[in-house]
């Protein structure tokens, strides 16, 4: 479950992680900025919480473990819900970060790329020129999926074939998700949710609220 800016995102068992935004806005009250937070979730109290470096700015979770993006440090930083961490310094500041294929996969922003990385030895894969500013990424149906802010469309990596493809959807596609069967992208400017279809990259747009971010 990616997160943007701020949010919770599930692992396994009865432990929940929380990312409060450095801004100092703390979604959970007692949780300090710029950290990472584990919560009891049948209490609702927080049992501990791991300072991060920079500042948090999306997470997911896979292979057993949180992992956690930093514009301002360029960095991605692996927690285990056991304790310990490890942080991997990127060539850039990293826009979204998302689990899938058993790989971590990591949009650099600056440099307009798609990062896999490998979660068991931490080391890069290969790095994929994709649109301008890559930002959030998820991946589903044979597929990575790369959101490009400012060309308005989505990058679609081929795991199969190692091609990329754009899917043209206009102005203000925000955040994305991969899931029941489709590429779901909120678009701030238009007030819409966009279904893609993955398979013929049809695009469906649904009216929803005001400005949506996050999907």
């Known amino acids: 479950i990616a997160i943007a800016a701020a949010g919770l995102a599930a692992v396994a068992g009865l432990t929940t ?35 991060l470096p920079g500042e948090p700015s999306a997470a997911t979770a896979g292979e057993g473990a949180v992992w956690v993006a930093s ?22 500041p990293p826009g979204g970060v998302a689990f899938g294929d058993g790989f971590l996969w990591v949009t650099d922003t600056e440099n307009r790329k798609l990062v896999q990385i490998n979660p068991r030895t931490s080391a890069r894969v290969q790095t994929i020129p994709v649109g301008n500013p890559p930002g959030g990424v998820a991946g589903g149906s044979g597929a990575v999926w790369v959101v490009n802010e400012v060309d308005g469309a989505v990058s679609r990596f081929d795991l199969d074939t190692g091609s990329v493809k754009e899917v043209p959807l206009g102005s203000g596609p925000a955040g994305i998700a991969a899931g029941l069967g489709a590429v779901w992208v909120a678009s701030e400017s238009t007030g819409t949710l966009v279904r893609i279809d993955p398979t013929t990259g049809d695009v469906v747009q649904i009216p929803v609220g005001n400005g949506p971010t996050g999907v």
């Open 71 to 92: 514009r301002a440090g360029r960095t991605v930083t692996r927690l285990d819900p056991a304790g310990g961490s490890q942080t991997l310094t990127l060539d850039g």
């Open 17 to 51: 992680f929380a990312v409060a935004h450095s801004s100092g806005t703390d979604y959970l009250g007692s949780l300090d900025p710029g950290v990472l937070g584990t919560i009891d979730a049948k209490a609702a109290g927080i049992t501990s919480q791991v300072e």
